[in-house]
């Protein structure tokens, strides 16, 4: 597991267990398990993690929000989408250069039917949409992928 991804398991792993208010709250409990992090990239985590702040009888804290979380997602799947070429029955994708796994496992994870599966590979990944009937509809589907607009849902 990269160190990206530990930390940010942890970040949640946190965040679920105790009610953290701060950002130097979650600084020192990041510390406490050797995990070192500046203000700067706990921010740019939250944003990707989709953690916001919260009001409760107790004060403020912050939360794990799904529904933000996946917007989230979306909108940076969106900047590592570089084009969209098709034929008759297939897509090709072209990302960003390592980034076609990640862009192709956010597209499986949606479950969506018009799409049977990807395949991906370094920077390229192929959209097999279920019929050459959902052809239009997977390929602005990507369209607006990668013209994402705030509020947009992908689920």
Sequence with gaps: MSAKLKRQHKIKELLNS??????????????????????????RDFAELGVVRTFTNY????????????????????????????????????????????????????NKHEILGTVAGDDTMLVIPSSTAHMKKVIDFINDLMTEKPGHKYK
């Excluded at 009610?19 to 203000?39: V, Y």
């Design 59 to 110: 004060g403020t804290r912050y939360v794990l929000s799904p529904e933000e979380s996946g917007n989230q997602i979306a909108r940076l799947i969106g900047f590592e989408i570089l084009s969209v070429e098709y034929n008759e029955a297939l897509i090709v994708v072209r990302t960003l250069a390592g980034r076609a796994q990640g862009v192709a496992h956010f597209i499986d994870r949606l």
């Design 18 to 43: 105790k009610m953290i208010s701060s950002h130097e709250q979650l600084i020192q409990l990041l510390k406490s398990e050797e995990i070192r992090i500046t203000q700067a990239t706990l921010s």
